[in-house]
């Protein structure tokens, strides 16, 4: 006779340390290519892709610009990004070339050649490409402004059509 032995296991069930004061663990990686985006990933992607370049954090007033949004509006299908440069943080072409690498890590694909422009003495002084994803629509944004911009702004296209709205985050 043989004995079967399952095992469940399942991430995040049962009590755990709810209530312990122990603090809660990022998002797990999800597989590349399986069930659709939802906000909470898209903005981790986000987030997680400008940290793993080693890009300031977001700007906290841009980031949470979207979560008041009313429903149906352009803006409550979308999700910002915005770091800026400082004295001891760079924020230059060369950083937002790393965070394009990253959301590339994580399965964006560009949908169009990059753009990147540049000044008489050849010095690239904005870049800017458009990335999608299981229903998504982003753009990559550098610009050299002050100490440095970058812009990530993602877009839900199912949210975007319900709302008709023909103009997606390029125009």
């Not at 992607?45 to 977001?58: F, I, K, M, R």
Request: with cysteine; charged share 25%; proline share 6%.
């Amino acid at each position: 006779m043989a004995a079967v032995v399952i095992v469940l296991g399942a991430a995040g069930c049962g009590t755990g340390d709810v209530g312990t004061g122990a603090s809660a663990l990022p998002p797990s990686p999800r597989p590349k290519g399986t069930g659709p985006l939802t906000k909470e990933v898209v903005r981790t992607d986000l987030d997680t892709s400008a940290a793993d370049a080693g890009a300031p954090a977001s700007v906290p007033e841009y980031a949470g610009m979207n979560e008041d949004a009313e429903p149906g509006s352009l803006r409550s299908c979308g999700i910002g990004f915005k770091g800026f440069g400082t004295e001891t943080t760079t924020v230059d072409v060369a950083r937002y070339d790393a965070i394009v690498r990253e959301l590339r890590e994580r399965d964006w694909q560009p949908a169009q050649e990059p753009e990147k422009r540049k000044d008489k003495s050849g010095a690239i002084y904005d870049a800017h490409e458009l990335l999608k994803q299981r229903g998504w629509t982003m753009v990559a944004e550098y610009m050299d402004q002050g100490d440095g911009v970058i812009t990530l702004m993602a877009y839900d296209d199912a949210c975007m059509k319900k709302i008709h709205a023909n103009a997606g985050p390029v125009g």
